[in-house]
């Protein structure tokens, strides 16, 4: 198991909003960003935590391919639905916005559905949902992204990891969030594995030679170029029922770019046609239904509830000492984690260090 240090979360989160605003970022939207990412580790989704800080936002606010001010354009709105241009700004902060306009939407009307084009990578999708289910209302988001899957007896990249994420209130201390990738692993997880050494179990990508690949840092390499893609959710062909996650995740896409008419598919690249880096106009969708415009909000959440204890209460298999509902592994990390702090990797930590080097940020290091 790799080294981890812990960080209290008022430094971490001191650290990014400083560096945001570093590169551009105004405070407010900075703030936003920061709490997105932080979510990220709260639940314990480390590959979409601080850890991408420096790459994934950063490096590329610095290189000009991602715009520290999001400008955001309605192109079109009605009572229930509205349209939004990021204009290559933060996805974070565009995606916020889309989804506050869904839930007030919903709150009039019962439903409210917002998207986005022209916008950058958004950080962990549960954090979107669960601004509705807090709201008392069924969330649901999901985003398109850089291609790494490869279709049903494929093994060129096509698809993004393409999340399909939804959140629903509950009775219990938790919502019930189901937050995860169409493909049978994201390459969030493979920046993870990579940044601890460690191998990408067999099975969760295929290289151009139909063969699974496990060598993490080369995988990383070679689904930007094209020598290797994702499996969708199932794994490699129809044995496991890998049709099903590349039909989910072909959804999300649609979902992602043909209601706002936005980039697609190897669109996506992040690359212009002369291969040079270039923003990567992703879409995003974001829908609110409210649960009052049914039979209500507590019925709602009685409902849901008997339905999680009455899973997670059935027949254990022979070894096995509990069984979860999604959203629930997430909350206990949070209660360990809450005083505990944030727990870095010695890659993350050296992420840190260059970012406060390269920015000259005052904030100090704990290590």
Same mark, same amino acid.
């Given at each position: 198991?790799?080294?981890?240090?812990?960080?209290?979360?008022?430094?971490?989160?001191?650290?990014?909003?400083?560096?945001?605003?570093?590169?551009?970022?105004?405070?407010?939207?900075?703030?936003?960003?920061?709490?997105?990412?932080?979510?990220?580790?709260?639940?314990?989704?480390?590959?979409?935590?601080?850890?991408?800080?420096?790459?994934?936002?950063?490096?590329?606010?610095?290189?000009?391919?991602?715009?520290?001010?999001?400008?955001?354009?309605?192109?079109?709105?009605?009572?229930?639905?509205?349209?939004?241009?990021?204009?290559?700004?933060?996805?974070?902060?565009?995606?916020?916005?889309?989804?506050?306009?869904?839930?007030?939407?919903?709150?009039?009307?019962?439903?409210?559905?917002?998207?986005?084009?022209?916008?950058?990578?958004?950080?962990?999708?549960?954090?979107?949902?669960?601004?509705?289910?807090?709201?008392?209302?069924?969330?649901?988001?999901?985003?398109?992204?850089?291609?790494?899957?490869?279709?049903?007896?494929?093994?060129?990249?096509?698809?993004?990891?393409?999340?399909?994420?939804?959140?629903?209130?509950?009775?219990?201390?938790?919502?019930?969030?189901?937050?995860?990738?169409?493909?049978?692993?994201?390459?969030?997880?493979?920046?993870?594995?990579?940044?601890?050494?460690?191998?990408?179990?067999?099975?969760?990508?295929? %290289?151009? @030679?139909? =063969?699974? #690949? $496990?060598?993490?840092?080369?995988?990383?390499?070679?689904?930007? &170029?094209?020598? /290797?893609?994702?499996?969708?959710?199932?794994?490699?062909?129809?044995?496991?029922?890998?049709?099903?996650?590349?039909?989910?995740?072909?959804?999300?896409?649609?979902?992602?770019?043909?209601?706002?008419?936005?980039?697609?598919?190897?669109?996506?690249?992040?690359?212009?046609?002369?291969?040079?880096?270039?923003?990567?106009?992703?879409?995003?969708?974001?829908?609110?239904?409210?649960?009052?415009?049914?039979? %209500?909000? @507590?019925? =709602?959440? #009685? $409902?849901?509830?008997?339905?999680?204890?009455?899973?997670?209460? &059935?027949?254990? /298999?022979?070894?096995?000492?509990?069984?979860?509902?999604?959203?629930?592994?997430?909350?206990?990390?949070?209660?360990?984690?809450?005083?505990?702090?944030?727990?870095?990797?010695?890659?993350?930590?050296?992420?840190?260090?260059?970012?406060?080097?390269?920015?000259?940020?005052?904030?100090?290091?704990?290590?």
């Amino acid at each position: 198991m790799d080294k981890r240090t812990y960080v209290k979360w008022s430094f971490i989160e001191s650290f990014m909003i400083e560096a945001f605003e570093k590169v551009g970022v105004p405070k407010n939207d900075a703030k936003i960003c920061a709490e997105v990412l932080m979510e990220s580790d709260r639940r314990g989704i480390e590959s979409h935590g601080v850890n991408r800080l420096k790459p994934i936002y950063i490096d590329r606010i610095l290189s000009g391919i991602q715009k520290p001010v999001t400008e955001i354009d309605i192109l079109k709105e009605t009572p229930t639905t509205v349209v939004l241009d990021a204009n290559n700004g933060m996805g974070m902060v565009v995606s916020k916005k889309a989804m506050e306009m869904a839930i007030e939407k919903a709150k009039k009307f019962g439903m409210g559905m917002a998207v986005v084009r022209n916008s950058t990578h958004y950080g962990i999708a549960g954090y979107y949902a669960t601004m509705a289910s807090s709201a008392g209302m069924i969330g649901i988001t999901g985003t398109n992204a850089r291609p790494s899957i490869a279709p049903t007896f494929g093994v060129e990249n096509m698809l993004g990891t393409n999340p399909l994420t939804f959140a629903m209130p509950t009775d219990e201390e938790f919502p019930f969030v189901l937050d995860c990738a169409t493909s049978i692993t994201q390459r969030g997880k493979i920046e993870y594995y990579a940044k601890i050494n460690k191998s990408t179990p067999e099975g969760m990508v295929v %290289g151009r @030679d139909g =063969f699974p #690949k $496990t060598d993490s840092q080369q995988i990383l390499k070679d689904l930007v &170029s094209g020598e /290797a893609a994702l499996a969708p959710l199932g794994g490699i062909g129809e044995d496991l029922a890998g049709y099903k996650g590349y039909g989910y995740a072909t959804v999300v896409e649609i979902l992602s770019a043909a209601l706002q008419a936005g980039s697609f598919l190897k669109m996506l690249t992040g690359k212009d046609e002369s291969g040079n880096p270039s923003p990567y106009h992703l879409g995003h969708f974001f829908i609110a239904i409210d649960t009052e415009a049914f039979m %209500g909000l @507590d019925s =709602f959440k #009685k $409902t849901t509830g008997d339905i999680l204890r009455a899973l997670r209460d &059935s027949k254990k /298999a022979p070894g096995e000492e509990r069984i979860f509902t999604a959203g629930e592994k997430e909350f206990y990390v949070w209660q360990e984690r809450k005083e505990k702090g944030l727990p870095l990797t010695a890659a993350s930590i050296n992420d840190l260090r260059e970012i406060k080097e390269k920015l000259d940020l005052k904030t100090p290091l704990p290590f």
